[in-house]
């Protein structure tokens, strides 16, 4: 609730908020449609400015490269900042494999590590822990204990996290957007860490996600006035960052080597076809904020990764339907989410597609597919829908002792039926 | 739907019930399956003449008909009215039979966010003498979500029991969907809460406080 109230509070500061997201999204169609040609121009952006830019097809890719850098590096301690791709891709542990040690510096991200979990919210990973679990995760690696005052746990974690940012080797971020035309990626955060993250260590690497290119910085600036705003109802974060290239000459900071990881990992089958209109997607987390079912369900239902209504849509798309068949009907189709989406991404439409998709490519069991066969020859026809709904009075008192009437039940009655139906009324 | 008839009526207008109609494909639809939703809602498009507006008394039954059958069977949109748009638009002014009543309104999904009604029920409501109850995030589901109800029986509930348990100082909760209806009242009645009514019911016999 409070997220929702934050919301509500800074698009009042806005003009006109429809206009805003129209030319959001319009912003986010251009880019998608032409990615590749976008994709080229941020390439070579990137280059001209002396970093390095990688585009890796899958998760393994992408790590492989990761893993090769830091090795090249000579790295023993990377000091990562938040990041949905990076644990999408599950870098930690293909690093923890290479005997290299990645440690998370965002705060929330650093508790759930420290508690051996995955986030539950892609903005606030760990919303759900309360000021004495993590007292307690902080009290193991202090080795004494830590008091659950907030400002005892940000002076632990502070004294903590200092450490890393110190003596890593390698810093590893994602990226909100990165800007074609001018090969810049832009850091969106409210703690400090993104910035000691990619200026401290000497080596850099960045995950991009392919589609999150914008063409200028204009189009970003576009994009910034929505992002927070949709995200955790601030007009402006406390960083918002634009790194363009890696330390130059004469420059007193930053890192000397900067690596762009763009990854695919599923994303190039949401090209061309009708799900395209999810790439737009800025990760802002607004559809999980206004979602009644994310709101009961918690994160942690929809998968380790992503979660809510933008999960919903995108984990099939990006895995396979076969593997997530559960998550498009993860909705009650209410279209909150569509309503909230600042790039105005129709979350529940696409819902709807891909429930005909489970069914039309044999996902949907067979018993479902047949209850729904014989359901539509039985009421495409008045006769027999009548028949049905006459047997259905008869029928009333075992409704609730068979499949959905058993399992409606469980926590409703059923309807009751008027004495007389309308039709048959004089 | 006697309900419904009565406020027509009393509107001034003649109503028709084609007698050959069926359900409008829905439910099949939005669990994915177009054929079968193909199938019934070909039969309810040949139940209706085009020289009638068709009213219904269910938000989500008048989006499916206006919205999405004409696309699915790819046949030209049919006049759709939600009932409380209807009488809205019409000008009525219903009976005076909740004198004294408090009556909270939640808006189902997608009569809110698809057709974009959310001030005719509540208009008329309050000039059949009803007081409005203010309700905590009317706009927020109540659960039902079609086979969502099904699939996910125990979130469906939770969520029901949100929008029950938001209902305070009213003599009823009423919506303008028969599904929230169905859900929302089983939820009552099995776990107690608020009377549950249909706007039709609400308007054409009065709420007893």
Redesign the interface.
Known sequence: MRMLEGRTNAWAGLEDVEALRERARKIRQRTISDLDRYLAEFTAAVEARGAKVRFARTAEEANAYIVDTCRRAGAELVAKSKSMASEEIRVNEALQAAGIRAVECDLGEYILQLANEHPIHIILPAIEKTAADVAELFSVVEGEPVSPQLEELAAAARRQLRKVFFSADVGLTGANFGVAQTGSICLVTNEGNGGLVTSLPKVHIALLGMERLVPTLDDLAVLLQLLPRSATGQKLTSYTRIISGPRREGESDGPEELHIVILDNGRSNLRGGRYEEMLSCIRCGACLNVC??YR??GGGAYGPVYSGPMAAVLVPLLVGLERAP?L?????????C??ACPVKIPLHELL?E???????ERV?SAR??LG??L???A????FL?RLSTSLARLAAPLAGRLG?GL??T??????AFARRR??D?P | ??DA?LLLEEAGYEVG?P?????C?Q???????????R??A??FTR?FSRDWPIVCPSGSCSTMAAHYLPELLGVEPFEVWELSAFLAQAGATPSVRNDGCTLAYHDS??ML??LGIADEPRGLLERSGAQLAPLPRP???C??????????????????D?KLNGVSNADALVTADPGCL??L???A???GGPRVLHVATALARGVRP
């Open positions: 009644p079912v009961k369900a559960a498009p009907h993860a909705s009650s189709l209410c279209g909150a569509t309503a709807l891909l429930r005909k998709d489970l069914v039309e949907a479902e597919r729904f066969t359901w539509s020859l009421w495409s026809r008045p829908y959905p399992v409606w469980r926590g409703r009655d059923l309807p309308f039709r009324l | 739907m006697a008839e019930f007698p050959e109609q069926v359900c494909g439910p099949a639809f939005n669990a994915g399956h177009r054929r079968a939703a199938r019934v070909r039969t139940a999904c997608h966010r698809e706009d927020l589901c659960g039902f979500g079609g086979t969502f109800s099904i699939r996910q029986p125990e979130i469906s509930v939770a969520m029901a949100d169905m859900h009242r089983g939820r009645a099995r776990h």
